[in-house]
């Protein structure tokens, strides 16, 4: 087994925008770091006094090692009240969605981060439609910022978009297994998915290269749209290698643990087992590094871009569809229905009202870019 250099600071990728690197000094080099310090580089500055926010979702069958790796990846505790359920309690739950805030601060930057874990998905005998929750999910927090954007307290929405799902495929299976596709094809609309291989530690490097290439295959061919890392278009050769790398490591190999182990003088996050150890952020012995810098340190600000841009606008433009739909409907129906009485037309007439307020509203907003 090769060793790092620096096994506890986080690698350094030349920043694509060439810019500070808050980590690139000497007294970081023993560490931890989750580094997100990085986030003022990718957006404007003017958010960095508010602090940022960004929400997560894991999903995937159960037991894959969801939890384990949301830890290791911002080095918290999220789930430590987590109860854990038997046998029996496991076949018969639902999915069921559970949200963990946390906010956390490195380098004075701050960092409000949401987790949306989906557990149970995968465990009942009957696994069809087990998408169906998590669909509803994102779609209600559409609906929320489709309400309150509309409404008239824009200025202090809560914003509980999805951002980005981490789809974890099992180590264990020949590729995708059908719930694998049928669960990506149901999201891949509404959030930016992000596949990953859990368990990396039980695959030979021989096995990730065919799995990850069969998958890969396989996402083409069954027409999933998973997140695409932005194109560059810089001449910064380093920066295209980058890019390269992280589109040939799809799906990221991950390994996750909540202790640390000790080992040849050092300490870190690992694995420990009879014929050896194994660290989550050693780049041999899976891409976890790799993920987390995509996450935090370069693309988070892009991943919620595309979901403003892309995901949350199709929801718009579908509601605003639908709602035009119904506002011609009413108005065809006032015209040639014979009201029976006056009170049936004042509630229909300002429904009608209310419903077209919101879409002058709406439609001005669009106007002014919003
Ligand atoms: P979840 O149900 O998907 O949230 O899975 P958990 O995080 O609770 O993990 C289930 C079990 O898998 C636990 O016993 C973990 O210690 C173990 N586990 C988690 N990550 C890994 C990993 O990367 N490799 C291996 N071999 N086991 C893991």
């Keep these: 087994?090769?060793?790092?250099?620096?096994?506890?600071?986080?690698?350094?990728?030349?920043?694509?925008?060439?810019?500070?690197?808050?980590?690139?000094?000497?007294?970081?080099?023993?560490?931890?770091?989750?580094?997100?310090?990085?986030?003022?580089?990718?957006?404007?500055?003017?958010?960095?006094?508010?602090?940022?926010?960004?929400?997560?979702?894991?999903?995937?069958?159960?037991?894959?090692?969801?939890?384990?790796?949301?830890?290791?990846?911002?080095?918290?505790?999220?789930?430590?009240?987590?109860?854990?359920?038997?046998?029996?309690?496991?076949?018969?739950?639902?999915?069921?969605?559970?949200?963990?805030?946390?906010?956390?601060?490195?380098?004075?930057?701050?960092?409000?981060?949401?987790?949306?874990?989906?557990?149970?998905?995968?465990?009942?005998?009957?696994?069809?439609?087990?998408?169906?929750?998590?669909?509803?999910?994102?779609?209600?927090?559409?609906?929320?910022?489709?309400?309150?954007?509309?409404?008239?307290?824009?200025?202090?929405?809560?914003?509980?978009?999805?951002?980005?799902?981490l789809y974890f495929i099992s180590p264990f299976g020949h590729g995708l297994r059908p719930m694998d596709v049928e669960f990506m094809k149901m999201l891949h609309e509404k959030v930016n998915i992000v596949p990953v291989l859990a368990k990396a530690d039980s695959l030979t490097p021989l096995e990730v290269r065919k799995i990850k290439m069969k998958i890969r295959e396989e996402i083409e061919r069954f027409d999933i749209n998973i997140y695409q890392f932005p194109e560059c278009d810089s001449d910064d050769e380093e920066f295209k290698l980058q890019h390269q790398e992280l589109k040939d490591s799809v799906p990221f190999t991950v390994i996750g643990s909540n202790v640390q182990v000790e080992s040849q003088g050092r300490r870190f996050r690992g694995r420990q087992y009879p014929w050896g150890v194994v660290e989550v952020e050693n780049p041999v012995h899976s891409d976890f590094l790799k993920l987390r810098n995509m996450l935090v340190r370069t693309h988070m600000q892009d991943l919620k871009d595309v979901t403003r841009e892309t995901h949350y606008e199709n929801y718009r433009a579908q509601c605003i569809q639908n709602m035009t739909r119904m506002v011609v409907k009413e108005r065809k129906r006032r015209s040639e229905d014979k009201l029976t009485s006056s009170d049936d037309h004042i509630r229909l007439y300002s429904a009608l009202r209310r419903m077209q307020e919101v879409l002058e509203r709406i439609q001005e907003q669009m106007h002014h870019g919003h």
């Design 1 to 165: 087994m090769s060793s790092l250099d620096s096994p506890l600071s986080p690698t350094r990728p030349k920043s694509p925008w060439g810019r500070f690197d808050p980590y690139d000094s000497a007294e970081d080099q023993d560490k931890e770091y989750v580094g997100f310090a990085t986030l003022p580089n990718q957006v404007h500055r003017k958010s960095v006094k508010k602090g940022f926010a960004f929400t997560l979702m894991v999903a995937g069958e159960s037991g894959l090692g969801k939890s384990t790796l949301v830890n290791s990846l911002f080095l918290t505790d999220l789930y430590k009240d987590r109860k854990m359920l038997n046998a029996e309690e496991r076949i018969s739950q639902t999915v069921e969605i559970t949200k963990h805030t946390v906010a956390i601060e490195e380098k004075g930057v701050k960092l409000k981060l949401t987790i949306v874990d989906t557990p149970g998905f995968g465990d009942a005998v009957n696994n069809t439609e087990s998408w169906r929750a998590v669909v509803d999910y994102i779609d209600q927090q559409f609906e929320q910022y489709f309400r309150d954007e509309s409404g008239l307290n824009r200025k202090n929405i809560q914003d509980n978009r999805v951002h980005c799902c």
